[in-house]
């Protein structure tokens, strides 16, 4: 069943749906009056939705049941993820949203290879969002993901400094970590972790070292090199399965 995200408050069991969703159940779906659908209100709740009228930007409709699902994961994650070329980056966007991420921070460091000016940043983080909600909708989120700005490398460094004073478990899955993997991380189970995943180029040591002395931890992900789009979907894999509802 088609799920979609209501933007207005339902009024005496009444729904409005108009911009791209509107298009979509017009022109996409082609559903008629009658039909039902799933619409997520901003608490979370799921209506399920009769189509009562059909116009060309907006489409009516009337709850007819309404519900909670435990379709979002207990742990709060975020993705750092340093930026990456191409569909690599709307690949790990869509994955993160289908593996529980609460956020993505797309983040710049000294070895990204992609360098974008200010209006293709807001134009790409726009497109991520997108991305964000269609992953959302097909994997039956309740909440929308969100995606935050592009950040330089001293924001991050900021940000874990940050998040580790409020103790925070923040990984840092790095290829010069030989020793200590997730399965050796004893944090009592948090409701809150991230994971940092570094650009196609990788991490300089010294950015590994100043994000270590900020308070993230660096972890191995196993004896082989990953992509970065690889790396972002086991890391958020193996916490989902650690500390969240995976398995």
């Not at 298009?23 to 997520?40: A, F, Q």
């Not at 975020?78 to 709307?90: I, N, P, S, V, Y």
């Not at 790990?92 to 992609?114: C, D, N, Y």
């Amino acid at each position: 069943m088609a799920r979609f995200f209501l933007e207005k408050r339902e009024e005496n069991g009444r729904v409005e749906i108009s911009g791209p969703d509107a298009h979509h159940i017009n022109s996409v779906l082609r559903l008629k009056e009658g039909d039902t659908i799933e619409c997520v209100a901003e608490t979370g709740l799921v209506h399920l939705v009769e189509i009562t009228g059909l116009e060309a930007e907006v489409v009516f409709g009337r709850i007819r049941k309404t519900f909670a699902t435990d379709q979002e994961p207990p742990l709060y994650l975020t993705l750092f993820q340093g930026l990456a070329k191409g569909d690599r980056m709307d690949f790990a966007v869509q994955k993160a949203v289908e593996l529980g991420a609460a956020e993505i921070m797309p983040f710049t460091s000294r070895h990204t290879v992609v360098r974008l000016k200010e209006k293709q940043a807001q134009n790409r983080v726009h497109r991520w969002q997108r991305i964000a909600l269609a992953a959302a909708k097909q994997c039956g989120r309740t909440r929308v993901p969100q995606v935050g700005k592009i950040s330089s490398f001293a924001d991050l460094l900021a940000e874990v400094q940050k998040r580790s004073r409020e103790k925070e478990v923040v990984l840092l899955p790095y290829e010069g970590e030989r020793q200590l993997g997730l399965k050796e991380i004893t944090n009592a189970k948090p409701r809150r972790a991230g994971v940092i995943i570094g650009p196609e180029g990788g991490f300089h040591e010294d950015e590994v070292r100043q994000l270590k002395e900020g308070g993230a931890v660096v972890i191995s992900l196993g004896p082989r090199i990953l992509r970065t789009e690889t790396a972002g979907v086991v890391a958020l894999s193996l916490l989902g399965y650690k500390w969240g509802d995976l398995g």
